[in-house]
């Protein structure tokens, strides 16, 4: 039998984004990011709602056209159930669901953790090797933190996650603090590279042995710099570069501390990173660092696949559309859900 053609839907956040998969294959891979949220400090759920309804179909559209394929080519449809936003992914659900149902193909229902985790497994021009089961997967998001033992593409085990704050959250509230639009973690990264990363100590968080906690370091930071402003009302601006790598290297150390406790206790020597915070510079650095000095093999996501993506549900649908794992047409998503 032929590879099935798979259009894939991601809404979950304030993302829209459309793929195409022929097989493992990517043909097209389409997201249109929201900027209404900026001058908001966050993104705003009734307004990230709107702006998916209005992108939906522009970004569909737009991934079939780079795909080269007729809306007839396409063999089932897959989104994004949650975890998410509610509002955000009603749309990508109906839209999904519509389409399927006009068509009469079959539907299929994508846990957002697990796609942001099998993106590995996406074939493209990168040619990257692909990890083998079973693998460990730091899963770093704006929503979520957790080390995940993948034993196959249907079966992942929690073995460790945050008690309060995601490592992206953390990125974005401390940016905050010091005065950086949203989402601040791209910023961070970019500040970073022209600071100290030992210019100033901040404390680690003291947790059970695989999960991590991020509110303490927020609070930590807020009250060191409301100490240091007390002493020189500039020290923000004078200070920039050094605070984002300062910050940055702590929470890096933090998730990599942990990971390579995870790895030692499982025996799995395969690591691999997924989510949005899966993009910044210094964690993918130490991270393959760990290959020379530990004996790792590591497997970090090209840029594309890091951030929200449908690329990553679409690889997600092909592996349960293979086991024939179909959702049927009156399916909802939901806010919650476990990877
Ligand atoms: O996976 P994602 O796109 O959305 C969620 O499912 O949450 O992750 C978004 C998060 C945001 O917190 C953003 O600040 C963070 O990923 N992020 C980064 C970087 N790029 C994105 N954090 C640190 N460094 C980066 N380069
Ligand atoms: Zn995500």
Do not use: W
């Not at 099935?4 to 990517?26: F, H, M, N, W, Y």
């Not at 307004?47 to 795909?67: C, D, F, G, M």
């Not at 460990?136 to 079966?155: A, F, M, N, R, W």
């Not at 993506?309 to 179909?326: H, R, V």
């Amino acid at each position: 039998t032929s590879s099935p053609i798979i259009l894939s839907i991601e809404s979950s956040c304030d993302d829209t984004s459309a793929a195409v998969l022929k097989g493992r294959q990517l043909l097209s891979n389409i997201t249109a990011n929201q900027s209404v949220h900026k001058a908001y400090g966050g993104v705003v759920p009734e307004l990230a709602s709107r702006a998916h309804q209005q992108n939906i179909i522009p970004v569909v559209e737009q991934a079939i056209k780079e795909a080269n394929i007729k809306k007839e080519d396409i063999t089932a449809v897959a989104f994004t159930r949650g975890p998410g936003l509610l509002g955000s992914l009603l749309v990508g659900a109906s839209f999904a669901k519509s389409f399927a149902m006009a068509r009469k193909i079959p539907l299929i229902e994508v846990n957002h953790m697990q796609g942001h985790i099998l993106a590995h497994f996406i074939e493209d021009q990168n040619n990257l090797p692909k990890p083998s089961f079973p693998f460990l997967c730091l899963t770093v998001s704006g929503g979520h933190t957790q080390i995940v033992k993948v034993d196959s593409p249907y079966e992942f085990e929690i073995i460790g996650q945050t008690i309060d704050d995601a490592a992206g959250e953390a990125f974005d509230k401390i940016s905050k603090i010091i005065g950086l639009p949203y989402p601040g973690g791209p910023l961070m990264d970019k500040f970073a590279k022209e600071g100290n990363p030992k210019a100033f100590a901040f404390t680690h968080p003291k947790v059970g042995a695989f999960d991590f906690s991020f509110s303490g370091l927020k609070t930590g930071v807020l009250y060191f710099l409301q100490k240091e402003i007390k002493k020189n009302p500039d020290f923000v601006k004078d200070n920039l570069a050094d605070i984002c790598a300062s910050v940055q290297h702590t929470i890096v150390s933090i998730l990599l501390k942990t990971y390579k406790k995870a790895a030692k206790n499982t025996g799995i020597k395969q690591l691999a990173i997924a989510g949005g915070v899966s993009a910044n510079s210094e964690l993918r650095k130490r991270l393959k660092e760990m290959e020379t000095n530990y004996g790792y093999e590591t497997y970090i996501p090209p840029m594309s696949y890091c951030t929200d993506n449908a690329a990553m549900i679409g690889i997600a649908g092909f592996f349960k559309f293979k086991n024939k794992d179909f959702a049927p047409y009156t399916i909802s998503p939901m806010a919650r859900m476990s990877v």
